[in-house]
T-cell receptor, first 115, second 117 residues
Framework: GDSVTQMEGPVTLSEEAFLTINCTYTATGYPSLFWYVQYPGEGLQLLLKATKADDKGSNKGFEATYRKETTSFHLEKGSVQVSDSAVYFCALKGHGSSNTGKLIFGQGTTLQVKP | DAGVIQSPRHEVTEMGQEVTLRCKPISGHDYLFWYRQTMMRGLELLIYFNNNVPIDDSGMPEDRFSAKMPNASFSTLKIQPSEPRDSAVYFC???????????????FGEGSRLTVL
């Protein structure tokens, strides 16, 4: 079945450092890919998305490119801030009526940014 | 606009007791999801509804778990009897009808943290 694998956390960075969180997926067909973020004590919220190969999703300085050849959707940010400390989830939505509305999430990667 | 509302935010109970978690989705959304989050297993989809009808309950761990959606504005997740291994944060999420909003965007509540002693 469909699945998402993320790099192990926690990731600890200093402010203004470059961030990469790796995400790879297994799916049939052409899924849509997402990054969600969970701030402490809150539910998840959508950060960015990409719906087809070579699409780049971006938001709040974060970017991720849908790479079908490597089945990857790595999250990057050029300069992290303390306020980016959160748990980041990679997710996919398969195609076909049986997958309508349903997201498959990775295990989450905790990011801690120190001043 | 109000987001997804879950109650209670925290619940501490003893093994064997019945637990009921509640969710009010965003008005106009026709999909509702129940997820469970633990350190060991991450975020797991338990069940989801479309137009109040359960579509996929394959993630419900066992018969002790049940979920209902009697109308478009309310859903419950019940555990009876509860066990210590059920301790987790339970999230409810909703999403708009297909073709509206951002495809695949789920709106999550703040979660219900359950501790079973």
């Amino acid at each position: 079945g469909d699945s998402v694998t993320q790099m192990e956390g926690p990731v600890t960075l200093s402010e203004e450092a470059f961030l990469t969180i790796n995400c790879t997926y297994t799916a049939t067909g052409y899924p849509s890919l997402f990054w969600y973020v969970q701030y402490p004590g809150e539910g998840l919220q959508l950060l960015l998305k990409a719906t087809k190969a070579d699409d780049k999703g971006s938001n709040k300085g974060f970017e991720a490119t849908y790479r079908k050849e490597t089945t990857s959707f790595h999250l990057e940010k050029g300069s992290v801030q303390v306020s980016d400390s959160a748990v980041y989830f990679c997710a996919l939505k398969g195609h076909g009526s049986s997958n309508t509305g349903k997201l498959i999430f990775g295990q989450g990667t905790t990011l801690q940014v120190k001043p | 606009d109000a987001g997804v509302i879950q109650s209670p935010r925290h619940e501490v109970t003893e093994m064997g007791q019945e637990v009921t978690l509640r969710c009010k989705p965003i008005s106009g959304h026709d999909y509702l999801f129940w997820y469970r989050q633990t350190m060991m297993r991450g975020l797991e989809l338990l069940i989801y509804f479309n137009n109040n009808v359960p579509i996929d309950d394959s993630g419900m761990p066992e018969d002790r778990f049940s979920a209902k959606m009697p109308n478009a504005s309310f859903s419950t997740l019940k555990i009876q009897p509860s066990e210590p291994r059920d301790s987790a944060v339970y999230f409810c999420a909703s999403s708009p009808p297909t073709g509206q909003g951002v495809a695949g965007e789920l709106f999550f509540g703040e979660g219900s943290r359950l501790t079973v002693l």
